[in-house]
């Protein structure tokens, strides 16, 4: 419908865009408000909005530095892109890691920062340690695009429709109505125990929070809600989900740090209309 789509402004674990046109084909047939509990880089969001689908948004994710980059881009794209183009941000290794140590109080600063060491780190991981540290070593990429100004601009114009929350993924309960959309991204169950990437934030996604997330999805099922979560076709998820109609998949996982770990992995769409 628009003549140009935003896309994720950050690399992001678990993104979903390979994913796309599967979980397009099982959107439902029409929908009032959309809610996106696990954000992360939003690629299914960006979508939706630019075929002319997203009348009104709620989009959340745990991870505060990524909600603080969707706030100042949906606010002050203008004074971000002027912050990122400044000469401070070079990729170059004593640079990196001279904006790695630092930690600024300025919110354009801080998401500047942040999405800095998106486009230059290593493997564009997100990934902190049991602190809360970013510990990525320098990528060595040789012409990341660290201020990409139009999608900037894009996403901020895109972001006009969404309120945005940092809090746990439950806080869907809240806002949704009949007849609303929610789409659940969760962090994978692990297919082996190898597999596991769910570093996203401080706390892993356990697997009571897989429990908890299940009685969100039959709460708002209940509710008159459309449901659709991705996840892993690990034998704890589809048993968890089979009341449900579920859709198989095989999805090539984008960021594993071993190449061979790369391989296709089952995954699952679960959905309750
Ligand atoms: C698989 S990723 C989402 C990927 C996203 N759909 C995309 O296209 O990039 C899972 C997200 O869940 C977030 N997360 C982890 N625990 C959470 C929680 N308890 N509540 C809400 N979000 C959480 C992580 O920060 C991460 O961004």
Redesign the pocket.
């Known amino acids: 419908m628009f003549e140009k789509e935003p896309k994720?402004f950050?690399k992001?674990?678990?993104?979903?865009?390979q994913l796309l046109d599967i979980l397009l084909k099982n959107i439902p047939e029409s929908f009032s408000n959309y809610h996106?509990?696990?954000?992360?880089?939003?690629?299914?969001y960006f979508r939706l909005w630019s075929e002319g689908l997203i009348k009104k948004a709620h989009l959340?994710?745990?991870?505060p530095e990524?909600m603080e980059a969707y706030r100042v881009i949906k606010s002050r794209p203008s004074e971000l892109i002027e912050e990122l183009k400044s000469t401070k941000y070079r990729n170059e290794s004593e640079t990196y890691y001279g904006i790695r140590a630092e930690t600024p109080r300025d919110s354009i600063e801080k998401v500047a920062r942040f999405l800095y060491l998106n486009k230059t780190a290593f493997n564009g991981l997100y990934r902190v340690n049991s602190k809360g540290g970013f510990n990525v070593p320098f990528g060595k990429y040789k012409n990341p695009k660290i201020c990409n100004e139009e999608n900037i601009m894009l996403v901020s114009e895109a972001l006009k429709k969404a309120t945005l929350f940092n809090?746990?993924?439950?806080?869907v309960l809240k806002y949704a109505k009949p007849k609303d959309f929610a789409?659940f991204?969760?962090?994978?169950y692990p297919i082996s125990k190898t597999s596991s990437f769910?570093n996203?934030?401080k706390?892993d996604?356990t697997e009571e929070?897989q429990r908890r997330?299940q009685s969100v999805y039959s709460q708002l099922d209940k509710k008159d809600i459309h449901v659709m979560l991705?996840n892993s076709a690990a034998p704890f998820i589809t048993e968890l989900y089979s009341n449900y109609n579920t859709v198989g998949v095989m999805a090539r996982r984008a960021i594993n740090c071993k190449a061979d770990k790369r391989g296709p992995v089952p995954e699952i769409v679960a959905l309750n209309y």
């Open positions: 994720p950050v992001w674990a678990g993104g979903k865009r996106e509990p696990f954000v992360g880089g939003g690629a299914l959340n994710d745990y991870n990524l809090d746990d993924f439950s806080i789409y991204d969760p962090p994978y769910t996203y934030t706390l996604f929070d997330l991705s």
